[in-house]
Nanobody, 125 residues
């Protein structure tokens, strides 16, 4: 079974930057799409960004456009989330997810069959 492990979370002041990483392990894996979701205290898990693995097409939540950038290194099956101009409302546990089957939806949790355990991002004012 594929395992996804996130890293790079931490505490940062508003306006600062962080770079999250997600690496797949366990076996060779080529996903169809990978994504980042997040869950803030007391709120439902929400979509942040996704990327088609081969073509590289990206999708973003309106709240993070222009500040967060998703990317990947195909040969390493590694996903990144570069987070700039962070705001306190970005505080959440960030989850890496991967979908192995064809889909036309890139923002729904139901399209992803592999999930990491999450990494905490805290943005102070």
């Amino acid at each position: 079974q594929v395992q996804l492990v996130e890293s790079g979370g931490g505490l940062v002041q508003a306006g600062g930057s962080l770079r999250l990483s997600c690496t797949a392990s366990g076996r060779a894996f080529s996903p169809y799409v990978m994504a980042w979701f997040r869950q803030a205290p007391g709120k439902e898990r929400e979509f942040v960004a996704s990327i088609k693995w081969i073509l590289g097409s990206t999708y973003y939540a309106d709240s993070v456009k222009g500040r967060l950038t998703i990317s990947r290194v195909n040969a390493k099956t590694t996903l990144y989330l570069q987070m700039n101009s962070l705001k306190p409302e970005d505080t959440a546990v960030y989850y890496c997810a991967a979908g192995s089957l064809f889909t036309t939806e890139f923002v729904s949790e139901s399209e992803f069959n592999y999930w990491g355990q999450g990494t905490q991002v805290t943005v102070s004012s």
